[in-house]
């Protein structure tokens, strides 16, 4: 079989034949064992990890403008291109979502030169063969991410391109993967990120004043008496939720300086993943960093944690955001208003607390162009 343009035979000893699977409700774990012939070297053994466990690398490139004062001079763009680790594709049956492949090479349990005799021994259809190679076990996992090629993730404007397709001198060039611009339109559009939701909710009461009784005489036919004050706290639950993002890049895709920037009280500008317009923000990040497996690529897990408070407003039917809070109304009705910041010596300043950033460029490498 030809898998990344290299090729391997599967293990066919009939008394321990490959794939041997194992799974529970919500995962599987394949083992899979093959031969890789031909030569015995590092290069080809670099040459199979790719093939089985694909790569990330960060790409640069600058504009094509050669005037320094032009405005695009020295205009740079970055992003991160990848290539998919093998696969198994889903089975026809009542399970069959329509989507692609659904179990991933993820590790390499080992790797081990062959010899003919070995080879022989485990791949009898194969026949006496003085070629080596190597015998690799290779493990099959699902994945809490969705993986896409990089054509799936192209930037929306085609070209790379600015300010409703102002020419950075990058027109003959094709349009590179964007992957904020990916999960900003919905997870599922999204690779190489896992996505975890808490609950995070609050009881909030609320104080004295803002409700009272209604008392009900014992005969209904008997008029309403007046009302009573409410001589209580009113607990309700305010609902919010923690929201993490689990990115797997190259370390260097990592944009230290935004995140540092939009850590400084910011929500969504625009709906980002499931959240609607100001009602996301960024609250901290950090990132594990490793060694790449394939190649000399530093990898990182970043995780980037926010706040998801959509404050729904019953009269006018919005989501008030983290820009807003819980107010009792003079007409009785529990509403959510929105705050803004207040001089000390009194009058509003205006804008709001939490200012709308573009969370979408979180998760690409850092860039002077699209």
């Not at 990890?49 to 094509?64: D, Q």
């Not at 403008?65 to 696969?87: C, M, Q, V, Y």
């Not at 004295?208 to 009113?234: H, K, S, T, V, W």
């Amino acid at each position: 079989m030809n898998i990344g343009g290299v090729t391997f035979h599967e293990l066919a000893r009939p008394s321990d034949r490959s794939p041997v699977e194992q799974g529970s409700r919500d995962s599987v774990d394949i083992l899979r064992t093959f031969w890789q012939p031909g030569r015995v070297d590092e290069p080809a053994k670099m040459e199979a990890r790719a093939a089985f466990l694909g790569y990330a690398v960060l790409k640069e490139e600058t504009s094509t403008e050669t005037d320094p004062a032009d405005p695009n001079f020295g205009k740079k763009r970055r992003w991160i291109e990848r290539s998919l680790p093998h696969s198994y594709t889903t089975a026809p049956g009542p399970w069959d979502t329509g989507t692609a492949s659904h179990v991933y090479a993820s590790s390499i349990e080992s790797c081990e030169p062959a010899t003919g005799h070995t080879v022989a021994d485990l791949f009898p259809d194969v026949g006496p063969t003085a070629e080596r190679g190597f015998i690799w076990k290779v493990r099959y996992s699902s994945w809490p991410w969705v993986h896409r090629a990089d054509s799936e993730v192209l930037a929306p404007n085609g070209v790379l391109a600015a300010d409703g397709g102002l020419n950075l001198g990058f027109v003959d060039l094709p349009a590179r993967p964007h992957e904020g611009i990916a999960l900003e339109s919905g997870w599922l559009n999204s690779r190489y990120v896992a996505r975890f939701a808490r609950h995070a909710g609050r009881n909030v009461t609320l104080p004295n004043g803002f409700m009272e009784f209604i008392p009900q005489p014992a005969d209904p036919l008997q008029p309403l008496l007046p009302a009573q004050p409410f001589p209580y706290g009113l607990p309700f639950h305010h609902f919010k939720m923690d929201v993490e993002y689990h990115w797997w890049t190259p370390l260097a895709a990592i944009n230290h300086e935004l995140f540092a920037k939009y850590l400084n009280m910011t929500c969504n500008d625009a709906t980002f993943d499931f959240a609607p317009a100001g009602t996301l923000s960024l609250k901290d990040y950090g990132w594990t960093e490793c060694q790449g497996y394939v190649g000399n690529t530093r990898m990182a897990l970043l995780v980037a944690k926010f706040r998801y408070e959509p404050n729904w407003d019953e009269a006018t039917q919005t989501f008030r955001g983290v820009n807003s809070s819980y107010r009792s109304t003079p007409d009785g009705v529990l509403r959510f208003w929105p705050y803004r910041p207040r001089r000390p010596g009194g009058g509003a300043i205006p804008g709001e607390v939490f200012v709308r950033r573009d969370y979408s460029e979180l998760f690409a490498p850092p860039s002077t162009a699209i």
